[in-house]
């Protein structure tokens, strides 16, 4: 955060997990958002030991919403990338199918191929499919990019400002 006020100046805002940010509805002409929504789900100091998966995805999609309801505050208009639940290799483990795995077992799983895979990961991730980010972002088209003929990506794309 230093570097980018030093560097490029920035002007940082840092707020903890829970708060809203602090601007006013509306104050963004667009919010871009790449990735980073698979990655609002529990605490960072409990992803290793949150082995149900009913429990994860449940409390990852409570964030997840309340994370959507300040994208869609905050931004007249929004485009939000995630990777899709459903492809083929999961994105942030380099991995084929362990993003269809239960919890549990992917948990054991990056335990054991974290020691030796060329992309380690934390299981802190969870993955949308197009059913729950169109529930996330109601007015939004939701965009797909193909990779092998397969959906790798989902984007929801907002491009009327209706504040």
Known sequence: MEKGREVFGFTPVVISESEGLPFPDGYFDIVYCSSVIEHVTIPKNSVWTMYSGAEFKSKSLERQANFSNEIRRLGKQYFVQTPYKHFLIESHSWLPFVAWLPRWLL???????????VKKTSPDWYLLDRKEMSALFPEAKIVEEKKWGMTKSIMAINTTSSK
């Open 107 to 117: 948990i054991l799983t990056l335990r054991i191929t974290n020691t030796f895979w």
